[in-house]
Nanobody, 114 residues
Framework: VQLQASGGGLVQAGGSLRLSCVAS????????TGWYRQPPGAERDLVAR???????HYADSVKGRFAISRDNAKNTVYLLMNSLKPEDTAVYYC?????????WGQGTLVTVSS
């Protein structure tokens, strides 16, 4: 399984970005798909997650601003980020949680300027 993330970039505070993550390869069963982020000098933390059943979970810091969604036909998961803040600056990684293993994308950098 390979994950290809895209959509990061430089945006001003208050702006929006949409991240995309396309999965390829053999995926027989999926527990959930998620987005994590790692700010400079910090640990990687969960941002948003969507289960195979469609249940979503968000970090408190992004609730009401970010929305995770997926297009099963395109094997793609999205993260729509609105009202971006400088503290959202990080490398964003997509994750595929399967019964066999966890898979990670290469990361896409989001920089929010004040």
């Amino acid at each position: 399984v390979q994950l290809q993330a895209s959509g990061g970039g430089l945006v001003q505070a208050g702006g929006s970005l949409r991240l995309s993550c396309v999965a390829s390869g053999s995926m027989f069963s999926i527990n959930a798909t998620g987005w994590y982020r790692q700010p400079p000098g910090a640990e990687r933390d969960l941002v948003a997650r969507i289960t195979s059943g469609g249940t979503t979970h968000y970090a408190d810091s992004v609730k009401g601003r970010f929305a995770i969604s997926r297009d099963n036909a395109k094997n793609t998961v999205y993260l729509l980020m609105n009202s971006l803040k400088p503290e959202d600056t990080a490398v964003y990684y997509c994750n595929l949680d399967t019964p066999m293993s966890d898979y990670w994308g290469q990361g896409t950098l989001v920089t929010v300027s004040s």
